[in-house]
């Protein structure tokens, strides 16, 4: 899900204002702001009516007045590709928690640790998604 995040930030960063006595200041508000927003879609999905529009008053003030619709369209666009991939994980998977990695611990609690990119398990569980293809490779045949 960082991934939609740090796009939002890739394309709202030169449309910031200029001129700013501080120009990281502003950048990392903006970095922080997309960061919070896209977690918070991914951990409360169902909760969180518009995001887009959540995002944006959160931003609003880093961007010129000429560049606001701009900064809202892309927000919007990037939001819309991030909702519709949480709705392809609930088809795929039955739950959109993608910031948790899916194993259990020793326990029977499950793993608090952030899942790799591209992958249902973290750094220390990536061997049960070998084990998952095996399995469902013998059950296939």
Do not use: W
């Amino acid at each position: 899900m960082y991934r939609y995040s740090r796009a939002i930030y890739r394309d709202l960063q030169p449309l910031l204002m200029e001129g700013q006595v501080r120009p990281e200041l502003g950048q990392r508000l903006l970095l922080t702001a997309c960061e919070r927003t896209v977690e918070r879609l991914a951990r409360d999905y169902r909760r969180f009516a518009r995001p887009a529009a959540s995002l944006f008053a959160d931003v609003r003030s880093l961007f010129p007045v000429s560049r606001q619709l701009l900064a809202y369209d892309i927000i919007e666009a990037h939001m819309a590709a991030a909702l519709e991939y949480l709705d392809q994980e609930i088809a795929d998977r039955g739950s959109a928690d993608l910031l948790r990695c899916r194993a259990t611990n020793r326990k029977g609690k499950a793993c608090q640790r952030v899942p790799v990119t591209g992958s249902d398990f973290c750094p220390s569980h990536r061997f049960l998604e070998k084990l998952q293809t095996q399995r469902s490779d013998a059950f296939a045949a």
